[in-house]
């Protein structure tokens, strides 16, 4: 691709160009929480998002639920961004948005639906002002769980301007209108797409959205060997699982 081309190309088409430069990392122990922690307060203070505390840590009670992931995306070797992606299932319904939004998911919930719902995605400033692909890489994460986990639904909770985003990119739809989320000053909406019906098109325009099935159990089985408390193994057949995305 020439310099011209790479100038005009969009964010979301470049991302590809950087996957072998991004490093998924499950974080798991204190330690390793403790650094997204400080990242989450520093990426909401820049925006606007949060009031200043002394800790300089977010955290909440989703972060350590048997339901949770958290997942830190590393750009050479270096914290660029990260995501909490929590699973609703009949087994563990309560996800962060379920509990916000529970009049838009309890139906969803008592139909036993399994839900993906990404919350804490948070950025580097400096970083993020440099690589605006990183969006993208880290959202991925978000359709690498909706394929691990067979979900019915991918969600989002956004503010109001980024709907547009998520629309246009992953075909979410707004279920609600803006309300406020526990910690933070800037209301969010409620977004949702049915990724069964949605996959293959959006895989078909962003290719690199796709991942192995291996991609995916190296990704979300835990270090401490806590059994999945979703799904098992034996239950995924391959061809179904071996869709999964990278934004």
Known sequence: MSSAQQTI???????????????????????????IYRLRYRAYLKEGAIEPNPDHKITDRFDDMP??????????GVLASSIRLSISSPEYPLCPSVDVFQDYLQQEVDQGKVMVDPTRFVADPEI???????????????????????ADL????VRAEHRTFYTRLFNHQPLSPPR???????????????????????????????????????????????????????ALPFARASIAPKL
């Open 9 to 35: 190309a969009k964010p979301a088409d470049r991302g590809i160009e950087l996957l072998d430069r991004i490093d998924y990392r499950l974080m798991e122990t204190r330690a390793e929480r403790d650094v």
């Open 67 to 76: 339901n949770s992931w958290v997942f830190g995306v590393y750009l050479d």
């Open 128 to 150: 993020a002002g440099r690589f605006p692909e990183l969006p993208y890489l880290t959202l991925r994460l978000c359709f690498v769980a909706c394929s691990f986990f067979h």
């Open 154 to 157: 991918g969600l989002a909770t």
């Open 180 to 234: 406020l989320y526990p910690g933070l000053i800037k209301p969010i909406c409620l977004m949702a797409v049915d990724f069964p019906a949605s996959r293959e098109k959006v895989f078909a325009r962003y290719p690199y959205l796709r991942s192995s099935y291996f991609e995916r159990r190296m990704l979300f089985e835990r270090r401490n060997g806590t059994p999945m408390p979703v799904l098992t193994g034996s």
